[in-house]
């Protein structure tokens, strides 16, 4: 059976989750439900990155213990995991003490083997971004990324020999060219890796809060290689069995672009050093924006998560976070542009396509889904075969909007089927009996198939379809090898019931 393993990154707990999270933690969501649905073993990993500065800053501002902040928040980001629908596998979090020893043999062992060595050192750092810029880096002095200016820190620390890997790094680059998606993003990691590596401090001295370096107990490791390993670790302990062997190497790490340079350059090249095999793919998807600015928690800008599916609902979310904006680019979202897409296509164009199914099997044939009878199935039956190459070839790349698109074209297709058939007036004349079922069964077997596809999407409200159709809606009724057309059931009963989508006033 093919493996697919998939991960997103641990976030931050110096704050409350924003939509951002959401958004990766839907998005690696979507992309495990599909391959269930086409019979994969697949591991979803999230959680949290808990060491650090910034959680460390956050536990002093509250008067707590970094180990108190950190379990309250903690809390706030699996709910977010949980809200979201998240059929993640495991939540890591680095201050689990599995994680914390694994950490500690793999840089021991990169220790040993001569690839970490200590250095003073003084240089800025960002303690948002927890990495130190050169000054070339800089924007008027400051961070790119937060606006802040960074702090002078003067430290003995240890170093991980990146400098070493630069050619073996290039030398993979150019053997796997999809190994950062899309090729934009790849190529900028290429020449990041191509202009030149130095060697990487992979200790703080005067931080206390993270993992002791074993061979030095008064330094810790440096958060960023803590988190990275958390690819690799949760394996280890997630189960009783060591997943490892199973689901290593990763299919995909998710992110955004801020943290691009970690996972292209660091990541493969820690691994390289300890003999692991590098992930399969990157996929850096874009930022969401509100008012034309990435959301932070930095920058105070965010939008409550709980606050929008609260209000709307959690799959009209999801679906909003990959239809609005192409995923792989940046986009603005906005209540707005919430509100209308809902409106326009959620409650009308597949909510009442729904309803008015329901209703018309109801009124013309006692609500059983009628036989396929003289139809138009050799037409629909050629558009869905084509619907699964493409809404599949485009999840088999990650493109996450581009599927929707190609689901809601056929969605669509199904609405205008009905105007342009007008089943109440073939329900006029009994002549019209085999025409009427033929069209009948159309809808149903159409949204049928648009259930099954857009099941990762909104988990909840496709099993809703399925359930009012009278089909069958569990685990192996939604594999997608029956998204074939003609394995609607004819003879069940619909159920009628209030409004998928209420339309919003
Ligand atoms: O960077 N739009 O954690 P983090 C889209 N702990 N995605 C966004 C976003 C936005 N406006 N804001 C955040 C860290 N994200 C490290 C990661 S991994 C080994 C360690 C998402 O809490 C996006 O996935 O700052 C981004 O890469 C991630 O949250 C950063 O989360």
Known sequence: MNTFYITTPIYYVNDVPHIGHAYTTIAADILARHHRQLGEDVFFLTGTDEHGNPAARAAQKRGLTPSEHVDEMVLKFRELASKVNATNDFFIRTTDPEHCEAVQSFIQQLYDKGDIYLKSYSGLYCSSCETFYPEKDLLDGKCPDHGTVPELIEEENYFFRLSRYQQALLDFYDGHPDFVKPSTRFNEARSFIERGLDDVSISRATLKWGIPIPWDQKQVVYVWVDALLNYITALKYASPENLLPRYWPANYHLMAKDILKFHAVIWPALLMASGYELPHHLFIHGYLLMGGQKMSKTRGNVLDPFEVMDKYGVDAFRFYCFREVTFGQDGVISMEGFESRYNAELANELGNLVSRTVAMVSKYCDGVVPEPGEGDSSRFSALVQRLGID???????????????????????????????????????????????????????????????????????????????????????????????????????????????????
């Open 391 to 505: 809404s599949g070839a485009a999840l088999a790349n990650v493109e996450l909007t581009g599927c929707l698109e190609s689901i809601w074209h056929f969605v669509r297709t199904l609405n205008k089927h009905v105007e342009d058939s007008a089943p109440w007036n073939l329900a006029k004349d009994e002549a019209n009996r085999t025409q009427l079922d033929g069209v009948l069964y159309e809808l149903v077997e159409g949204l049928r198939i648009c259930a099954l596809l857009l099941h990762p999407y909104m988990p909840e409200k496709t099993v809703e379809i399925l359930r009012r159709l009278g089909q069958g809606h569990g685990t192996d009724d939604l594999a997608l090898e029956n998204a074939e057309w003609g394995r609607a059931r004819p003879g069940s009963i619909v159920v009628a019931g209030e409004p998928l989508f209420p339309k919003l006033v």
